[in-house]
């Protein structure tokens, strides 16, 4: 490819040095780390976030920059975060051509952050896509003692859940747990008697009969408000309590879902909240 023709229309210049087809552009989450490793000659390995977008865990806040590891110093362009940090090469895979911190080193990574929810929720989607327990990351504190951030990830291993199937999910249970409640059990299956089948709950306090559900943007077709309204009626029917929150529930009123969840646990028959 000679530089002229990168110049003319076909082309954008997405990094310093790396280029993309015009018709690719705005890149999507795989092409940025693409771009980001052939700007880095290869040598990056791309971590944090970026690398649990990649492998299926999608959880990152919104505007993080891709990260890559190097083994130099690099000024990191717009939208690229670059860190040096040790690395095991056993910490290192390749997903769609690129390489990539492993699931387990990526959540160790994550549960350094200085935001503890954060920190949680990238463990829970990481620990729950893959299918390993969190504890896991006790051995990666150990062999990596003295890096930044080791000492949080005790703590973050203590609030975690792989049982949990979603960011807010997990953003639901840690509010819950540090307004004092007792922690609620993630991904609770209550028997569905009719239909000889389990219904899950998100969250749930089974003695109390207290079932939390998040409503994602998923449920908001209308064949699935349908199926929802249904699976509601059997719960209810079934004797539960059933308690329905939204991102705008979560963001703007967090004090309204604990102090209804606190009195629902209150009003639960003696000793089963």
Do not use: K, N
């Not at 390993?132 to 000492?151: E, I, K, M, N, Q």
């Not at 899950?200 to 998040?214: C, M, S, T």
């Not at 939204?246 to 000793?271: C, K, M, N, Q, W």
């Amino acid at each position: 490819m000679t530089a002229r023709r990168l110049q003319g229309p076909a082309f954008v210049r997405v990094l310093p040095d790396t280029w993309a087809a015009r018709h690719l552009v705005p890149l999507g989450h795989a092409d940025r780390c693409r771009a980001v490793s052939r700007w880095s000659g290869g040598r990056g390995v791309i971590a944090g976030w970026a690398a649990a977008e990649l492998s299926g865990a999608p959880c990152a806040p919104a505007g993080a920059p891709v990260e890559v590891l190097l083994p130099v110093r690099a000024r990191a362009p717009a939208g690229v975060r670059v860190r040096r940090d040790r690395l095991h090469p056993g910490e290192i895979e390749w997903r769609d051509g690129i390489r990539v911190t492993t699931p387990l080193r990526t959540a160790f990574d994550l549960a350094r952050g200085e935001d503890e929810t954060d920190a949680v929720v990238a463990v829970d989607a990481l620990a729950f896509r893959h299918g390993f327990s969190p504890d896991l990351l006790l051995h990666f504190a150990v062999r990596y003692r003295g890096l930044r951030g080791v000492s949080r990830v005790p703590g973050v291993l203590g609030l975690a859940d792989r049982r949990a199937a979603s960011p807010p999910e997990t953003r639901l249970r840690l509010l819950l747990v540090r307004a004092g409640l007792p922690r609620p059990q993630a991904q609770h299956p209550v028997r569905d008697d009719v239909r000889r089948r389990a219904v899950w709950l998100d969250l749930a306090y089974p003695a109390a009969r207290v079932g939390i559900e998040y409503e994602g943007a998923d449920h908001t077709g209308p064949d699935r408000v349908l199926r929802d309204a249904a699976r509601v009626t059997r719960l209810v029917d079934a004797g539960w309590r059933i308690y329905r929150y939204t991102r705008f529930d979560l963001r703007d009123e967090p004090g309204r879902i604990v102090a209804e969840i606190g009195r629902a646990l209150d009003h639960a028959p003696s000793g089963t909240s």
